[in-house]
């Protein structure tokens, strides 16, 4: 994401938790951020990490609480199969059905928007007397970079790097 990116998120974020009288603190802030730089999803305890850098108090228990106020707020997603969150791009919808796509190489994550899938998820949870509340859907595969990378077959003379290992699913 770049900065603009990232700062118009974050301008966003500030201005509807104001709206929903419910508090961003620096640090819920500064976890949203670290967040917003990140090319894909991010496990909780990669993103201790890089909080230690500017908190180095910050145990397990802060992060997660921090990912549980942004998960809540509908600013980030969790991606259950990779164990990992990731930022929403569409703030305002909160409950909206997210469809991930997660490459499996890079661990770059896209989100779409997904006309046609959620009135059909809706209608087939109705049919079933399901009251849906919330869904995501993944799926995994190769990003468009890695489909061409994956698919190279002149290894010594490219400027690929060959050396990642698309995960096995
Ligand atoms: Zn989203
Ligand atoms: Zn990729
Ligand atoms: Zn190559």
Redesign the pocket.
């Known amino acids: 994401m770049n900065s603009t990116t990232t700062a118009k998120l974050l301008t966003q974020a500030e201005q509807l938790c104001q709206q929903r009288s419910v508090r961003l603190t620096p640090q819920r802030l500064e976890v949203l951020r670290l967040m917003t730089e990140q090319p894909g999803a991010i496990s909780a305890y990669d993103l201790l990490d890089l909080l230690r850098k500017t908190e180095p108090q910050a145990k397990p228990p802060t992060v997660y609480r921090a990912l549980d106020f942004l998960l809540e707020q509908g600013f980030i997603h969790r991606v259950e199969s990779a164990n990992s969150y990731v930022v929403c791009h569409h703030f305002e919808e909160p409950s909206h059905t997210s469809a991930l796509f997660i490459c499996d190489r890079c661990g770059l994550v896209t989100e779409k928007t997904t006309d046609g899938i959620e009135e059909r998820l809706s209608k087939l949870a109705k049919d079933s007397g399901f009251a849906l509340r919330h869904s995501v859907v993944e799926a995994h595969g190769l990003c468009a970079e890695c489909s061409v ?1 994956e698919s ?4 010594d003379c ?3 790097d ?1 050396s990642i290992a698309v995960k096995k699913r």
């Open positions: 990378i190279c077959d002149s290894h490219c400027e690929h060959h």
